[in-house]
């Protein structure tokens, strides 16, 4: 016969869950969707045409549940989403590596300070093996001075785009050095890309669940 009485320390679990997103549901703006998040509710497969449900199978897969982020925003535009998903795709195979792919992501979160790029990508960093050192230059915007030297050129090249606008003759020779002409390329299409994530996850107002701890500090 099955014990139908939960061990104490897991009904505690679960009442502390609860309680952890009834605390956040009603700390969300009045736009916020309760389940994605955001200001976009989540789109099911049979919400959407031919064509969009064509998109979904490749963004998301025919027989997966959609999901809050960016991926599960731009399937209201799939035209636009099918190609925003397929070179995010792409960027991740970069002749750079997973560690410069990420760092791409972190400079291009921090620049618009957005806590849901930023909160993933830090765990994702750490996890492929990006020095901490490294990450917390970004994070709290601090000198590169002892940095190695690809990764600090990765973020001078980053911080010379968003906060310059350009990139002087000097750091775009180092760059080549040092990543040649399509680890170049590669570079600047993953900040665009993750540029482009943060603004999309700014205009919905994207929020964490209630299970992942902000990483990104508050202010500038």
Known sequence: ??????????????????????????KLPADIDPK??????LLSRDQMDAEGQ??????IGKDQPNRSGPVGAVLYSPGVGEPFELINRAARKSVNGTQMFEICTLIAGRAFDNQYEWTAHEIAAQKAGVEQKVIDAIKFKRSVDGLPE?????????????????????LYAKVI???GQRGMIDLAVTLGDYAATAIVLSAIDQHLG???KPLLPDGK
Do not use: C, W
């Open 1 to 26: 016969m099955t014990n139908r009485l939960l061990p104490l320390g897991f009904v505690f679990t679960l009442v502390l869950t609860g309680v952890n997103l009834a605390a956040q549901t009603e």
């Open 36 to 41: 994605s998040l955001s200001r976009l509710p």
């Open 54 to 59: 064509r998109v979904y199978d490749v963004i």
């Open 150 to 170: 690809k990764e600090a050129t990765v973020i001078r090249f980053g911080r010379a785009i968003f906060n310059d606008h350009k990139v002087s003759s000097e």
């Open 177 to 179: 050095q040092l990543f």
């Open 210 to 212: 209630p299970d992942r």
